[in-house]
């Protein structure tokens, strides 16, 4: 399968607990973003990084939330001292750079199956 | 502050009956525009998109969507609904030259066909 993974798919954590998500994007995008998605809600972006540089972050990502992408390839969304607030459906996305402007808007994204977090 | 508005919640019809599903963005500059489906149980999946050109655009699965700049709107339709078309539907609008490369998206409808 060539698309975007995400690991775990499901993870339960006690509150306070610290948890990490990694995201594989497709190979060749250089673009990848994580969104997250309540109960009756569409996704909501997170934060971008365009190959290793984070250059986006949402007022959602509290201090709490950190995200790397070390190498330009995959990353990791971590979240410490978990609330119960937290629990959501986190999910990754990938995409290429526009053709025409490399820091412009990008192609369409990809859209990995996702991480389903409970905070107990 | 970019919004997008899909004011059908929960949509319930027949097969072969026709579909509509409004979708309305709030940005006043230039916009890409696009349609995500999610099967049960399935990760979000492009429908179709608008980048530019020709305001009506065909996607996958019979569906289509008519961009109409002067009412915001990006609407999304299909002549004859099958029941593998049950699913939940999400407008998304990423506005160009607003810095930002994220999607902004609706709160999904919810499409339920009825065989």
């Known amino acids: 399968d060539t698309g975007v993974s995400q690991n775990p798919r499901h993870k339960i954590t006690k509150r306070g607990q610290n948890v990490t998500f990694r995201c594989d994007p497709i190979s060749e995008h250089n673009r990848l973003y994580w969104y997250r998605q309540t109960l009756g809600q569409g996704p909501e972006f997170l934060t971008y990084f365009q190959n290793e540089a984070q250059l986006e972050k949402s007022r959602l990502l509290s201090d709490r939330f950190s995200a790397e992408r070390p190498k330009g390839s995959f990353s990791t969304l971590e979240i410490q001292r978990t609330e119960q607030g937290d629990s959501a459906m986190y999910l990754c996305?990938?995409?290429?750079?526009?053709?025409?402007?490399?820091f412009g808007p990008g192609n369409e994204q990809f859209f990995g199956p996702g991480t389903r977090l409970t905070v107990l | 502050a970019q919004s997008v508005s899909q004011h059908n919640h929960h949509v319930i019809l027949s097969e072969a009956a026709s579909l509509e599903l409004g979708c309305n963005y709030s940005?006043?500059?230039?916009?890409?525009l696009f349609w995500y489906v999610q099967y049960p149980g399935q990760h979000l999946q492009l429908l179709l998109k608008?980048?530019?050109?020709?305001?009506l655009v065909k996607g996958i699965k019979g569906f289509e969507a008519e961009f109409i700049k002067s009412k915001f709107s990006f609407n999304l339709r299909k002549p004859s609904v099958q029941w593998s078309d049950t699913a939940e539907y999400f407008c998304?609008?990423?506005?160009?030259?607003?810095?930002?490369?994220?999607?902004?998206f609706g709160t999904g409808t919810r499409l339920t066909v009825i065989p």
């Open positions: 996305a990938s995409s290429a750079s526009g053709l025409a402007n490399l």
């Open positions: 940005y006043g500059g230039t916009v890409n």
């Open positions: 998304a609008v990423n506005a160009l030259l607003s810095g930002a490369n994220n999607l902004f």
């Open positions: 608008y980048f530019s050109g020709d305001p």
